[in-house]
């Protein structure tokens, strides 16, 4: 695998620990169902085995949820810090909130770096170009933006 892969691997990693921390924190202090705990965890495991094996479906999703969710959580830790008032268990929280965040950015830009693209089979066999769109639903086969090119 390119290094950029092992980047959005890693940090995809970091995401579910942080995450996986935090739900099991808000499990006992009983404030959450254990669904809200377990969904956003098992989305990012589908999301990591898919970046390891290549499934552009993966990246897609990754490279989406993790721009909109490293936005997302940022913003929530620095609410959570900016109403902490030296509260420690809001400064946990807050903290936490930027453990899953910040690694969704460098795994957005992981993904979208040249390494990565070949990974996936993003790279177009006929002329080079690197953005194509998705032939189909699950983006099994791919069709080049530039000379309409299919591959699987
Ligand atoms: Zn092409």
């Given at each position: 695998m390119s290094p950029s892969v092992w980047v959005a691997a890693v940090s995809v990693g970091m995401m579910v620990l942080a995450r996986v921390f935090m739900g099991v924190l808000a499990l006992l202090s009983g404030t959450v169902s254990i669904v809200s705990i377990v969904l956003p965890v098992a989305v990012a495991v589908l999301i990591l085995i898919g970046i390891i094996a290549g499934q552009r479906l993966a990246w897609q999703w990754g490279r989406l949820l993790g721009l909109l969710g490293g936005i997302v959580l940022t913003m929530a830790a620095v609410g959570a810090f900016a109403n902490a008032n030296g509260e420690v268990g809001m400064l946990v929280v807050g903290a936490l909130l930027l453990l899953q965040g910040a690694p969704l950015f460098p795994m957005f830009f992981a993904l979208g770096m040249r390494g990565a693209r070949e990974h996936f089979r993003l790279?177009?066999?006929?002329?080079?170009?690197a953005r194509p769109r998705g032939g189909n639903f699950l983006f099994t086969e791919a069709v080049c933006r530039k000379c309409a090119a299919r591959w699987k």
């Amino acid at each position: 695998m390119s290094p950029s892969v092992w980047v959005a691997a890693v940090s995809v990693g970091m995401m579910v620990l942080a995450r996986v921390f935090m739900g099991v924190l808000a499990l006992l202090s009983g404030t959450v169902s254990i669904v809200s705990i377990v969904l956003p965890v098992a989305v990012a495991v589908l999301i990591l085995i898919g970046i390891i094996a290549g499934q552009r479906l993966a990246w897609q999703w990754g490279r989406l949820l993790g721009l909109l969710g490293g936005i997302v959580l940022t913003m929530a830790a620095v609410g959570a810090f900016a109403n902490a008032n030296g509260e420690v268990g809001m400064l946990v929280v807050g903290a936490l909130l930027l453990l899953q965040g910040a690694p969704l950015f460098p795994m957005f830009f992981a993904l979208g770096m040249r390494g990565a693209r070949e990974h996936f089979r993003l790279i177009c066999p006929a002329c080079g170009h690197a953005r194509p769109r998705g032939g189909n639903f699950l983006f099994t086969e791919a069709v080049c933006r530039k000379c309409a090119a299919r591959w699987k």
